[in-house]
């Protein structure tokens, strides 16, 4: 079983609408987590940090269900730009973070 | 710098050579970190360094690899004797200090290995 998964999607949505995504980690000892996004042959740019009380910014909110294991993004509203890998990372008890697959969205017109 | 330089950018070599990849981190990061992104797929972690401590090598996939960082600044990867498997996106990363809620990474623009 891999450290960190994810459904690689595709998700197709159309503009405006509401998407979620999961992320199931192994390691029941990991404590922090991440949300990357990684547009097409570029590097990856953290979105945002996943705490346990939840994080909102704008359109984009993450959460972390510790009892189940898994952190999940969630975008309201989205635009054209959101089309991108969504990439979710942790500790999972080594020093460097595991990264998952990644998820791609594709929102389209 | 301002970012996270790696080169070469663009790196096209035979099976059976050596080459060496190069990442140069944020000025005052003291964590880097390297990981290796193949076509469609998520990024592997290869080694991590953190100041003087020894560096987390359990990612590196073979013997054929290696990396080192010298005066706690620039990092050089080193791919012996490549394979086609070896074809990737190296990428490396940096952090103020070492990994923790705190602090996040930083990615450099990768270095885009295809070995023929």
């Known amino acids: 079983r891999k450290e960190v998964e994810q459904d690689p999607g595709p998700f197709n949505v159309p503009e405006g609408a509401t998407v979620a995504f999961n992320c199931t980690y192994s390691?029941?000892?990991?404590?922090?987590f991440f949300w990357y996004r990684q547009d097409c042959r570029k590097e990856p740019k953290l979105l945002m940090s996943?705490?346990?009380s939840g994080n909102e910014d704008g359109r984009f909110t993450a959460q972390l269900n510790r009892a189940s294991q898994y952190i999940s993004l969630l975008i309201r509203d989205s635009k054209l730009s959101d089309s991108a890998t969504y990439l979710c990372?942790?500790?999972?008890?080594?020093?460097?973070?595991?990264f998952g697959s990644g998820t791609r969205l594709q929102v389209q017109p | 710098g301002a970012g996270v330089s790696q080169s070469p950018s663009n790196k096209v070599t035979e099976k059976g050579k050596d080459v060496e990849l190069r990442c140069d981190p944020i000025?005052?990061?003291?964590?880097l970190y390297w990981y290796r992104q193949s076509l469609g797929q998520g990024l592997e972690f290869l080694i991590y360094?953190?100041?003087?401590?020894?560096?987390?090598k359990s990612g590196l996939p073979s013997d054929r690899f290696s990396a080192e960082r010298t005066g706690g600044s620039v990092s050089t990867l080193t791919i012996q004797r490549t394979q086609q498997e070896d074809s990737a996106v190296y990428l490396c990363?940096?952090?103020?200090?070492?990994?923790?809620?705190?602090?996040?990474?930083?990615f450099g623009a990768g270095s885009r290995l295809t070995v023929l």
């Open positions: 000025s005052g990061h003291t964590a």
């Open positions: 390691n029941s000892a990991s404590q922090s």
């Open positions: 360094f953190q100041g003087n401590s020894a560096p987390d």
């Open positions: 996943v705490y346990s």
């Open positions: 990363a940096s952090s103020p200090t070492g990994f923790s809620g705190a602090n996040v990474l930083t």
């Open positions: 990372g942790g500790d999972t008890g080594r020093r460097a973070l595991t």
